[in-house]
């Protein structure tokens, strides 16, 4: 199987600065896409930001030029580094992986963090 374990969370004002960790453990081959999701209560998950094993990276529009997404590919970790925060930034983030390949399976995972709550106050 495959955790991850998720770090760096908090409560944070307006225009300060957070960052996310997050660690993947367990029997895993290579991990093409690592990223981080967030929800607020009542509304879908949103795509904060990607990063492919190839160094790629994807961003909300409403977080670019103020959040960075780096990984570590080979200690499977993804960071997310939120500067200039805003209140309409809080939300739980989740950590998540996809095109996971395992030790001994054949196909490709997906696998989400618990969640970690960021919330910024104006």
């Known amino acids: 199987q495959v955790q991850l374990a998720e770090s760096g969370g908090g409560l944070v004002q307006a225009g300060g600065s957070l960052r996310l960790s997050c660690v993947a453990s367990?029997?895993?081959?290579?991990?093409?896409?690592m990223g981080w999701y967030r929800q607020v209560a009542g509304k879908q998950r949103e795509l904060v930001a990607e990063i492919t094993i190839g160094g790629t990276t994807n961003y909300a529009d409403s977080v670019k030029g103020r959040f960075t997404v780096t990984r570590d590919n080979i200690k499977k970790t993804v960071s997310l580094q939120m500067n200039s925060l805003k209140p309409e930034d809080t939300a739980v983030y989740y950590c998540?992986?996809?095109?996971?390949?395992?030790?001994?399976?054949?196909?490709?995972?997906?696998?989400w963090g618990q969640g970690t709550q960021v919330t910024v106050s104006s």
């Open positions: 998540a992986v996809h095109g996971v390949r395992r030790y001994g399976s054949p196909g490709m995972y997906a696998y």
């Open positions: 367990g029997s895993i081959l290579s991990i093409n896409t």
